[in-house]
RNA sequence: GCCAAAGUGGCGGAACUGGUAGACGCGCUGGACUCAAAAUCCAGUGGGUGCAAACUCGUGUGGGUUCGAGUCCCACCUUUGGUACCA
């Protein structure tokens, strides 16, 4: 009898449904386990073999630990609002919603067809009101604790289109002869700076990748420095400046401001008052891309205005230019040409003079010297020296001297911008605010505030989004007054920010949660995912959880404990997948040819989970002889009886197999599946070598390959009369003396080189072990003539001799 | 440029805290079964020299530490991911 996957996963998928075999436990005394997936967009153009890696991960984890005994919540859902059935919606008029929807049902079909043991009674859809009513509640809390805030934002507007464009579209349509401009316009922002510091904190006690926890402090970006206060000549402000160079303030020539900085006009003197003005305005055309991309050229102008160097008393020229960023620090720098590439570069290209004061192996004048392994020199004045000092110290004597002058103030800066919030765009969560016509704003008490059912889907001729041509449901008026809705909508982010806290209580009409479920459940144990999502979706979740924190809506600090993420899988011509290159594997196509427990072993066994590699469908075939090897475990090859026997395996198969399911629960646990299923072979080819169909030995592959191969392996428990599914068995358990060798290979050694092996039991003392090594002849002929200089015995292990010539 | 990770057979990859490099799988070669094929099974499979026993070289490159290095240290090269004037 040969295995017929097709049918076999078919009847076994309809048995779990049916029997509702992977519903979340609730018995609340047994331990937790919470295995997330990060829930897809359901694209239309399907699912292929690369995004099925991380699910498969998770759910071998899954059914893994369930056999451990934990209650185990892995449940799935949807992040379905978002551009691409916006678009669609657009060229065609269907409705996001259906869109929405047809996808979803494909993308849930695969799913089921991989035999995943989603809890589905749990699913969620960010479309659905029952679930955006409380992303919604979570905006009007965030509003009522002054996290929300509105302002004018520069925009990507594109006039020919009249639409604002998001950062990635400003390069395509440019290539398309659009202009692109950048416009001011009312948008939400959140303070997630607000929240910088216990961002970049909390990381230190979670368990994610090195890589992910550096690339979000990178993006947080703390900096400590001294804010410098430098007096104007002709004016009575002063002019602030951050550096996080203070000891380099001896060597500052020139201050830079950036063009709307707001002193950039009033500093500008008769003189230069016209050649300001044309570059605050060209400044003012250019987009973020053009002026902080590739283009590296500096341009700038001089105001005619002088500043004090408060170390030097020398007056420093006052220049513009847009290489200094408006939004970070005080828009305003000092320029160490010396010591920063920036400043260097600058100076040289407008004649301004270069000192150093950080000693330099070269001639600052010929090139820029940047590091901080060096100490300062020309630093002195009548009330200060830094000379001789190094970095950390001439920065604190500069701070606190600065201080005590009333001059300047030690301050941390952060990279990181507040979040824009909203999009002007349809098919997103509206945002439940009321503008009265006096100018105040109110909350939507009455949530869900839902989408009203729109013609077209166009932004409108102002960039509004396509809410604003809503009469009825955009004007209406309350005992306040009239209103006007919010037209805004949220980005995508908004519904992926909380999602994993509603599986934990999905159907919950009162509250966003139940705090005993919360309780019981958080935090997510273990959360796999694409490494693209490193910074954004897992920052801003992360902001959401402290906001929720804060207002006792959940009990942990940080939503998601372990984190991991899969690496890529290629196409087979070591490409990525995509459509334009045509190398895309559709998942459906490989299930149906080769099923979905070689689908599943297969992109495990392709290679370790996080690194990036290519398919090849060749590979498959291995996989498919492994299960019929494990299916002939039971059936002889064309046999119906079964060719399973009662007795006890002998003592190398007992051992083989104790050593397995050591190796195989390991490896599990550490996510290293391609060396467990390794593992796995060499024992089923063990089993087949020694004739051994021992129903111990046979039912203790079946246990371990359930959560890889759920299919092939329910079908052959119950042939071997089980009637419970193999899926609430028991994980077997090991017997360290029997996973132990009892007898071990010697290497001997010669100078390092092997020159023979021999075998010993494994608990032989050194002493026996040099002797036998002695008398290997093998050994012997590389040991005459020479005298043994040291001898190295690692018990178990080898022998090695150094020798030297007589 | 900066930050991070990684370079091992024809291919995907394995190798615990330094201890027999190449597990497992693909592919390939030969054989068995068959009228034949498929499937299956058996044997072999890093390079070089050799009839053989055996010897020798070999984990990106060059050095180093060590009885012993894929693994540790230094320098360099290449690839991938992130970031991009953040003062």
């Not at 230190?204 to 430098?230: A, C, H, T, Y």
């Not at 949530?447 to 009203?452: E, F, H, Q, R």
């Not at 390794?678 to 959560?707: D, F, I, Q």
């Amino acid at each position: 009898m040969r295995y017929d996957f097709s049918a076999t996963e078919k009847k076994w998928q309809a048995r779990w449904a049916e029997q509702n075999t992977f519903a979340t436990g609730t018995d609340q005394n047994k331990p937790k386990y919470y295995v997330l997936d990060m829930f897809p967009y359901p694209s239309g153009s399907g699912l292929h073999v690369g995004h099925l890696e991380g699910y498969t991960a998770t759910d071998i984890i899954t059914r893994y630990k369930r056999c451990r005994g934990f209650n185990v919540l892995h449940p799935m859902g949807w992040d379905a609002f978002g551009l691409p059935a916006e678009q669609f919606a657009i060229k065609t008029g269907t409705h996001p919603r259906l869109t929405t929807e047809i996808n979803i049902s494909s993308f849930r079909d695969t799913l089921k067809s991989m035999g995943f043991s989603y809890d589905w009674s749990r699913e969620i859809n960010t479309t659905d009101p029952g679930y955006f009513k409380w992303t919604q509640w979570i905006f009007l809390k965030l509003h009522e604790m002054g996290l929300a805030y509105m302002s004018e934002i520069d925009v990507n507007w594109c006039e020919e289109l009249k639409v604002v464009l998001a950062n990635e579209e400003v390069d395509e349509k440019l290539a398309d002869g659009y202009t692109v401009v950048r416009k001011p316009l009312r948008q939400w922002v959140l303070k997630i700076t607000a929240y910088a510091e216990r961002l970049l904190e909390d990381l230190d006690g979670l368990d994610w990748p090195e890589n992910v926890k550096q690339m979000q402090r990178n993006w947080i970006g703390r900096s400590e420095g001294v804010e410098i206060d430098f007096e104007l000549r002709c004016h009575r402000t002063n002019l602030r400046v951050y550096t996080t160079r203070p000891d380099t303030l001896f060597g500052a020539t020139y201050l830079v401001i950036s063009p709307e900085h707001p002193m950039a006009e009033k500093l500008a003197t008769a003189q230069q008052l016209t050649a300001v003005k044309a570059y605050i305005e060209q400044a003012k055309l250019k987009t973020e891309l053009e002026r902080t991309g590739l283009q590296k050229d500096k341009t700038g102008v001089f105001t005619g205005s002088y500043a004090i160097n408060p170390a030097t008393g020398e007056a420093l020229p006052v220049w513009i230019s847009d290489f200094v960023l408006t939004s970070y620090g005080t828009g305003a720098i000092m320029s160490v040409p010396a010591h920063d590439s920036r400043d260097w570069e600058f100076a040289k290209k407008f004649g301004l003079p270069i000192r150093e004061v950080v000693k330099s192996p070269h001639d600052v004048q010929e090139a820029v010297f940047e590091a901080k392994e060096s100490v300062s020199v020309n630093s002195s004045n009548d009330e200060i020296s830094i000379d001789g000092l190094p970095f950390k110290a001439a920065f604190d004597r500069m701070a606190t001297w600065l201080e005590s002058k009333g001059k300047g103030k030690r301050t941390v800066n952060y990279r990181l911008r507040d979040w824009i919030f909203s999009r002007q765009r349809y098919w997103g969560e509206p945002i439940p605010i009321k503008h009265y016509e006096d100018g105040t704003m109110r909350h939507e008490t009455n949530l869900p505030l839902t989408l009203p059912e729109v013609e077209a889907y166009h932004p409108t001729s102002t960039g509004e989004s396509p809410l604003a041509n809503i009469e009825e449901w955009l004007i209406g008026s309350d005992e306040h007054g009239r209103y006007r809705r919010e037209t805004n909508t949220m980005p995508q982010w908004a519904g992926s920010c909380w999602y994993y806290l509603r599986f934990i209580d999905p159907a919950n009409a009162e509250k966003l949660i139940d705090p005993s479920r919360e309780r019981y459940w958080m935090n997510v144990d273990l959360y796999i995912g694409g490494a693209e999502h490193a910074v954004l979706h897992l920052l801003y979740s992360r902001f959401w959880h402290k906001v929720l924190y804060d207002l006792g809506v959940v009990s942990t600090k940080e939503p998601f404990q372990r984190l991991f993420n899969q690496g890529m899988i290629l196409g087979e011509d070591n490409e990525k997948m995509s459509k334009s290159r045509g190398n895309v594997i559709p998942a459906d196509l490989v299930l149906s040819t080769y099923g979905a427990d070689a689908v599943r072993l297969y992109e495990m066994f392709l290679g370790p989970l996080e690194q990036v590699k290519p398919w090849n469908t060749n590979g498959i075939e291995g996989i498919s002889r492994f299960l019929s090897k494990v299916w002939r475990l039971v059936y002889a090859e064309n046999e119906t009886s079964l060719r399973i026997t009662e007795e006890k395996p002998g003592h190398a198969v007992l051992k083989r197999m104790h050593k397995a399911i050591r190796k195989v629960s390991e490896d599990t646990e550490l996510l290293k599946f391609n060396t467990a299923i390794s593992e796995m072979m060499v024992l089923v080819n063990e089993l087949h070598k020694a004739g051994c169909y021992s129903r111990e030995a046979v039912e203790t592959v079946l246990l371990l390959l359930s959560p890889f191969a759920p299919h092939i392996t329910e079908e052959l428990w119950q042939t071997l009369g089980h009637e419970q599914s193999i899926s609430g068995a028991a994980w077997p358990l090991f017997d360290p003396s029997m996973a132990k060798d009892d007898v071990v290979t010697i290497a001997v050694q010669v100078n390092g080189k092997l020159r023979g092996t021999y075998d010993a039991p494994a608990d032989c003392p050194k002493e026996q072990l040099l002797e036998e090594a002695k008398k290997l002849e093998s050994v012997v002929k590389f040991l005459e003539g020479q005298s043994i200089v040291k001898e190295i015995v690692v018990p178990g292990k080898l022998v090695n001799f150094a020798v030297k010539p007589l």
